[in-house]
């Protein structure tokens, strides 16, 4: 196993969620997980908690591919439509940059139909300086 | 019990976390989560997804206090310090904003010793559009 | 002109900041600018305003682009690289998501040497409401 | 004069715009701008771009005031008001934390009748490192 999915097995919160890892790769991931029933929030829709919790998880596989523990330092998310209880989501996380310390990925939320659920964007900040770092 | 406060004893997924609602009022709530085991990420702290759905529970009765349905259109989080397993964490929601139908929530989340963990920006969206609603 | 063109024509900020237009499609459009002393903050590099508006006025091009009178609601940005005296700055707009009165466009910021210098998103909200608009 | 203060007298960016500094404290600074016709967008309204300017100014002032030299990393705006012609507004930043190199701080931009125009939240860098720092 790589780094990051030694990183993902040890996701106690992940693995809560149900969350699965479909693939990782430099400055990448997929993730993937089911609505349940305990998920969803006073409205009968998925609460935008677990839907934050899916992306996050992206990020953070897709931000340690490098090797050097990496944490999230800030993060946005626009919700663009609701998720619906037995919606299989897929998390989509895309590396923008990679400087020093700092990293920006980008995380796309989507439905089984194709439907955008979430547009996430993460800032990352690597705590183990790597070699090569200068910020 | 107040519209916010049905709305949150509805909301399963605040429940499977384990979240409190200590206070709420015209714009404003105040929630309360102990981190767990199964709310750890692979590095042993506290997962961002949990943090993140704590402020955003108390974002959600903050904007739902007022009455008509409203939901989460966009929220951005600061991470400022790790959360560490069995730490009691506090979420204040204050309102900043409300016209029409946009609102803006600033929740603050820190922990038992005062230490800030995040602080959270929420933009909401009130879906059913109340009578004196002009946007 | 197409009314995003009209638009931009009658805009003095994008104008005062010799901002120029060029490229507009459904939802995307490209601008560029070239920093001038008059753009730099204490530090003697790009003052972050100026690098913001050109990015903004992608934006406002791009989510005006389909007719109906459109402002931003909100925006982030991630400054990447900073920009120095001379350099000439593009701006490239794309849509991520429409429905309704609300529009998700993200715009990348980068020199000539192609580094980036900020990734920027932007929320936008329709103020005339379009025939098929539902929310 | 200070660090802070200094660095607001050598911005030409800010200068272009117009931007007084009024106060400069520990963590915090306010600063005004009036809204002049080459400020406003293609809907007669004050351009976004210029708004985040002055709050990014008060935010450049308020994350210097501490000595070392500090560049924004990011920052986000939600648009509350528009701002019209001749409207005098304010930016305050406010310090919301601060350790080793990374800094929070919310600036507040409103008009002189007292409503608000914009909230802004910036996260500032510490490109000099203080001698305290340990991030």
Redesign the interface.
Known sequence: MSPAE????????????GIELLEVGAGRAIVAMTVR????????T?????I???A??AF?VAC?SHGP?T????????????AAFDDRLTATATE??R?GR?G?Y?VIVSNDAGE?IA?F?G?S?TVARSTDAS?
Chains 1, 2, 3, 4 share one sequence.
């Open positions: 030694e990183m993902f097995a040890a996701d106690a919160s992940a693995a809560m969620l029933d305990d998920m969803l929030n006073g409205h009968g998925c609460h935008g908690g677990p934050f919790s899916l996050d998880t953070a340690n523990i944490v999230a330092a800030a993060a946005s998310v626009d919700f663009l439509n609701p923008k940059f400087r700092t920006l980008d955008p547009h964007r800032r900040h910020t």
